[in-house]
């Protein structure tokens, strides 16, 4: 069966040869939660699915409610049936559901971890051969360092340390809230763990295009003479929702589009798009250029006469022909929330590379269309063959990759229009994943909990990966919590967001184009 399916989908050709996992329990903190069924369930199917999962593979979920193992199990099932990508067959989850069990305990009950310390080593015992241990925190970050600090005390944080079973720890966003708080998980983790063993999740960075963003840029030869401040203009970073909040209220007003969205993905899409080429593609290599690129970024202003940086609320307005809420009239949001839903910023990297290229980035829920993408616009050729504005419509040579969805990159160039005198037009280029690959390629959290298990730590966020990005964003959160509502802007649900981001980049006489293929 996994022949044919290398056949059909190239991405798994060469796989399993590389990378197989050993023995692995994997532990999911947060077993009841979204995440758990929306996720993590279907993503752990879908590698059964392909052979990916080791054959001694147990799952144990822990949670604070109690269940039976059975319930548990079928909770499961159903949510691999709801929200996988592929059909949901009985046969292939059977060989993970007879080793899954629901372990019930608090995650500040020392006692419940010594008691899932047993567990492991019975599944262990019961073998004859040794597991790794792979415990995902997929709770609220309130309990992040409880759970932490029992997986320490308890001794299952160093469970076989320094052999090729050592324990590892996957951490969900949000990671801090700000510098301090980052700091301050990461001090935590680190008693306990050794950076080799935490495996920080940004799923942007699971995602098919994101992984393509280093193979576009550096196994082509053709984009990097020109990928410097002597050829390129602006870049746009765009990660747009046309979804509101949702049931999320409550979450989303401690949060705001800065911490939930742009601190971690839009932030990554960054460093990745303007990198230095790594030394290798190992992820330490990655990951030092990743830190350079973040540490060269210029503070951003947040003068009132003259920021670097937008907030907005949406307001009341049209989605999809459907009427939608503002804002401040969703389920758990205060009625004077000062929580912003879009922001924009424009920013410098001082570095040799993009001295003066202003990168703009946007992010937003509730815009006109769910679109996330990177535009890398040249600089417009001298004005001296085709100056005349009403034969020839020029636009900037634009380099799009389309994050998602309609997957794939296009190329904006000028051509002439056919016929007997010169007149010219833009036109596109386009490479799309559908068209290439198909359609069903896998979601972000298959390879990235698959390179967990292997030990892959590339497409991970180091700890001082996070620092360097919230050292940035911090003094941005903090000048705003001292202005509440003051500076708001508003945008109607259903729009690009407000005028004062298109401002942003009048300043430099660049405008947002109009995101999408
Ligand atoms: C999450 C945010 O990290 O990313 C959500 O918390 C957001 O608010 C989601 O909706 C977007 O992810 P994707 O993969 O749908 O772009």
Request: charged share 25%; glycine share 8%; net charge neutral.
């Amino acid at each position: 069966m996994l022949t044919d399916e290398k056949q059909r989908h190239p991405f798994l050709q060469g796989l399993s040869k590389h990378r197989g996992a050993p023995p692995t329990v994997v532990v999911i903190f947060g077993a009841s939660g979204d995440l758990t069924a929306r996720k993590l369930a279907p993503a752990i199917y879908n590698l059964s699915l392909d052979n990916l999962l080791p054959p001694e593979f147990h799952l144990i979920g822990y949670g604070r409610k109690e269940m039976a193992d059975d319930a548990f199990r079928r909770a499961v099932a159903e949510s691999v049936g709801t929200f996988s990508r592929r059909e949901f067959n009985s046969d292939i989850w059977e060989r993970v559901g007879r080793n899954t069990v629901y372990h019930h305990g608090g995650y500040d009950e020392r006692p419940a971890f010594d008691r899932l310390r047993e567990r492991i080593d019975v599944i262990e015992k019961d073998l004859g051969r040794e597991v790794q241990a792979l415990f995902y925190i997929s709770t609220p970050p309130s309990v992040f360092k409880p759970i932490l600090e029992n997986l320490g005390a308890s001794g299952l944080a160093r469970r076989h340390q320094h052999t090729p079973f050592a324990s590892k720890v996957v951490i969900e966003k949000p990671f801090g809230s700000d510098l301090d708080s980052a700091r301050d998980l990461n001090r935590v983790i680190t008693q306990q763990f050794e950076e080799r063993q935490v495996y920080r999740i940004d799923h942007y960075l699971g995602k098919e295009t994101v992984q393509d963003l280093l193979v576009q840029r550096f196994a082509n030869t053709i984009f990097e003479p020109l990928w410097n401040r002597r050829y390129v203009e602006c870049v746009q970073i765009t990660v747009a929702e046309d979804l509101g909040v949702g049931s999320r209220g409550g979450y989303y007003e401690q949060s705001g589009a800065m911490r939930d969205m742009v601190q971690n993905h839009t932030m990554q899409l960054l460093s990745l798009i303007a990198m230095e080429p790594p030394v290798s593609l190992d992820p330490e290599g990655i990951r030092d250029e990743k830190v350079k690129l973040l540490k060269a970024i210029q503070p951003v202003s947040v003068d009132e006469s003259k920021p670097d940086v937008v907030r907005a609320q949406y307001t009341e307005g049209l989605v999809g022909g459907r009427k939608v809420p503002g804002y401040v009239d969703e389920d758990g949001v205060a009625d004077d929330s000062s929580t912003e839903t879009y922001t924009a910023l424009r920013l410098n990297i001082n570095n040799w590379r993009w001295a003066g290229v202003p990168f703009y980035m946007r992010s937003g829920k509730r815009m006109a269309r769910r679109v996330s993408e990177i535009a890398v616009q040249f600089k417009r050729p001298p004005g001296i063959l085709f100056s005349d504005a009403e034969r020839f419509d020029l636009a900037s040579n634009t380099m799009v990759i389309q994050i998602q969805p309609d997957e794939g990159t296009t190329l904006l160039l000028n051509s002439k229009i056919p016929g007997l005198e010169t007149r010219t037009q833009p036109v596109k280029m386009h490479f799309r994943y559908r068209t290439t690959y198909g359609s069903n390629t896998p979601e972000a959290y298959e390879r990235l909990i698959l390179d967990a298990m292997v030990g892959d730590s590339t497409l991970f966020i180091r700890g001082d990966e996070t620092e360097a990005s919230w050292r940035l964003i911090t003094p941005i959160l903090e000048s705003w919590r001292n202005l509440g509502r003051r500076g708001m802007e508003g945008y109607v649900a259903g729009s690009w967001g407000p005028l004062a981001s298109e401002r942003l980049l009048w300043d430099n006489r660049h405008e947002w184009r109009r995101a999408g293929p």
